[in-house]
């Protein structure tokens, strides 16, 4: 009797692999943050870095328990959500001088906020505007700036 059998082309040891690695992937990440500062910060200031989606996840969740001593969500992050909204930085800040008066306060903001792990995920995912508004904490103080800076042009 011919019966079709299913075969699994993953091996036992090909399933046992990726199992441990799904189970250490949290693990992994941490210790990567805590004893391979300087990986970690080259790893998170790299957003065109292609990573496997679960360590990427792993990462976003360490920058949300803590950010890293040297890792400025405001150098990295911040750029990026200005680009979203239409606003080049060096219009804000040219050679290191600032240029307007909200500058500070936005980078501030941008340095203490909550959303750091799943804005450096979308930013890292080229997240639309829709997104970048319900994120960032400086959504409508960069949506005023775009209008003034529209107003001028």
């Known amino acids: 009797m011919a019966t ?42 790299d957003l065109e870095r292609p990573l496997e989606p679960r360590f990427e996840q792993a990462v976003a969740w360490q920058l949300a328990a803590g950010q890293p001593a040297h890792f400025k969500p405001a150098r990295t992050l911040m750029p990026m959500m200005m680009q979203r909204f239409g606003l080049e930085e060096r219009v804000l ?7 307007h008066a909200d500058y500070v306060a936005l980078r501030d903001t941008c340095n203490a906020c909550a959303a750091v792990g799943d804005c450096w995920k979308a930013m890292r995912a080229n997240a639309e505007i829709e997104e970048c508004r319900r994120l960032c904490p400086n959504a409508n103080a960069f949506d005023a700036l775009a209008a003034q800076s529209s107003c001028v042009d």
Do not use: P
């Open 93 to 99: 800040q040219e050679k290191g001088q600032i240029r």
């Open 4 to 45: 079709a059998q299913h075969k699994d082309t993953t091996t036992w040891w090909g399933r046992l692999t990726e199992r441990c690695y799904t189970a250490s992937t949290d693990t992994l990440a941490r210790s990567v943050k805590d004893q391979a500062g300087a990986a970690f910060d080259a790893l998170v200031n």
